[in-house]
């Protein structure tokens, strides 16, 4: 019996070990929003984080990610509130779509290690995210917004814990 957690859900699986991690996201945990795009690692389609790092869910089997913390592009947000999520909505980003829920987990890693990216930051995590459609420009604008919106979260979080703090004290 494998141990996962996913979407910080504890699941067990009894199925076969060898099974890629896309599959059971897909099929046996009813996750659509991870997509199966080249089955060889090549399109990030399927990029989910696998402790934190974003991994290749079509080439990642299950007993690979045995014990382990995985998180999906439905468990970024519950609501969407995620500023990756807004800036993408903000921003217009996805074209067809298809690729955008891998663009998203890895801006989402990126931004987790780097809170102000670059242009050159941004091209270098995303290589390896293919998008049809070529929306690399609004991508990298999107990645940028969300620093914005994240940054401002943090700086709203931390004012209102000062005026709090001030309030409450004498």
């Given at each position: 019996?494998?141990?996962?957690?996913?979407?910080?859900?504890?699941?067990?699986f009894?199925?076969?070990?060898?099974m890629p991690l896309?599959w059971?996201?897909?099929?046996?945990?009813?996750?659509?929003?991870?997509?199966?795009g080249?089955?060889?690692g090549?399109?990030?389609?399927c990029?989910?984080?696998l402790?934190?790092s974003p991994?290749?869910?079509?080439?990642?089997?299950?007993?690979?990610?045995?014990?382990?913390?995985?998180?999906?592009?439905?468990?970024?947000?519950?609501?969407?509130?995620?500023p990756v999520?807004?800036a993408?909505q903000?921003?217009?980003?996805?074209?067809c779509?298809?690729?955008?829920?891998?663009?998203i987990?890895?801006?989402?890693?990126?931004l987790?290690?780097?809170?102000?990216?670059?242009?050159?930051?941004?091209?270098a995590a995303?290589?390896?995210?293919?998008?049809r459609?070529?929306?690399?420009?609004r991508?990298r604008s999107?990645?940028?917004?969300?620093?914005?919106?994240?940054?401002?979260?943090?700086?709203g979080?931390?004012?209102?814990?000062?005026r709090s703090?001030?309030?409450?004290?004498?």
């Open positions: 019996m494998i141990r996962l957690k996913v979407n910080g859900k504890n699941h067990q009894n199925g076969d070990p060898d896309l059971f996201l897909r099929d046996e945990m009813n996750m659509k929003g991870t997509k199966f080249c089955g060889i090549m399109c990030g389609a990029t989910i984080h402790n934190g991994t290749r869910a079509c080439l990642t089997s299950v007993s690979m990610a045995a014990n382990g913390s995985i998180t999906t592009i439905e468990g970024i947000s519950p609501d969407g509130s995620h999520q807004i993408w903000e921003l217009d980003v996805p074209q779509g298809y690729c955008q829920s891998g663009q987990m890895t801006a989402c890693s990126l987790a290690k780097k809170p102000k990216p670059t242009d050159a930051d941004i091209d995303m290589d390896g995210n293919l998008c459609c070529g929306t690399y420009l991508i999107a990645v940028h917004k969300a620093a914005e919106l994240s940054a401002s979260r943090k700086a979080s931390r004012t209102s814990t000062n703090g001030r309030r409450g004290g004498k």
